[in-house]
């Protein structure tokens, strides 16, 4: 089980402005290795998100709720011939301070569970939390988000990461590889985000006073319930 803890900012940008933005990063900053090995240096992001029947999860962004709990399936590929691996992923939330808990399972595993609601022998760690959520709050999966992710970690090691996320889409979906979407778009905006431990890096600091930065609640998921509320599950 891998767990990350930190603060995460987002920001709505122009593609003017996300192109201003790396401009200053690039003394500072470079691509990140799975960003790297893609042809058009963005990778695909692929995540399946549950709520409850009446979208308490939604609910409670729309509202401010500062306790959260989300779930989500994801991968970084389009189908799941090509996946090697789905990973599970269990995200908390007390104010801007986020943490993500994750473990990977095959696409076997990701299957039985999609069929049946629970893990198909003993787990362990966030595996048994994210069973337990599931039949708790009797969640299930009902919207599909994807994007291309650009990525950039700092030269001089400081504990920060830089993406840009573009082309996002959204589709209800019970499923992570469904072989039949009906996607809805957002505008051409993209996402900023800086995720880091602490205040960051002094550049980093310097190149948000220089342009401003102000950040801004943003939910992938909200956005996309928000966006196909009118479409059907597939």
């Not at 987002?10 to 401009?23: A, T």
């Not at 500072?28 to 029947?53: G, H, Q």
């Amino acid at each position: 089980m891998k767990q990350e803890t930190r603060f995460e900012l987002k920001y709505q940008l122009s593609v003017f402005e996300h192109q201003k933005i790396k401009f200053a990063l690039a003394g500072f900053t470079s691509l990140d290795k799975y960003t790297m090995a893609t042809p058009r240096k963005m990778y695909l992001v692929r995540s399946l998100y549950f709520d409850t029947f009446n979208y308490n999860a939604y609910v409670e962004k729309i509202t401010g709720e500062n306790n959260r709990v989300k779930l989500r399936f994801r991968s970084y590929y389009k189908t799941k011939d090509s996946s090697p691996f789905v990973n599970v992923e269990l995200k908390t939330r007390r104010g801007l301070k986020i943490t993500k808990y994750s473990a990977m399972v095959s696409t076997g595993e990701y299957d039985y569970f999609i069929k049946r609601r629970r893990w198909s022998d003993n787990k362990v760690g966030v595996l048994i939390d994210f069973e337990r959520l599931v039949h708790l709050k009797n969640l299930k999966p009902n919207l599909l988000v994807d994007y291309f992710r650009e990525a950039y970690v700092p030269k001089d090691k400081s504990d920060v990461r830089i993406t840009f996320d573009h082309s996002m889409r959204f589709a209800r979906s019970s499923l992570l590889f469904a072989k039949s979407l009906f996607f809805r778009s957002s505008d051409n905006r993209i996402i900023m985000e800086i995720k880091t431990k602490g205040e960051g890096p002094r550049w980093l600091q310097d190149i948000a006073k220089r342009y401003s930065f102000k950040s801004i609640p943003n939910s992938k998921y909200a956005t996309g319930i928000e966006q196909t509320q009118n479409a059907l599950f597939i």
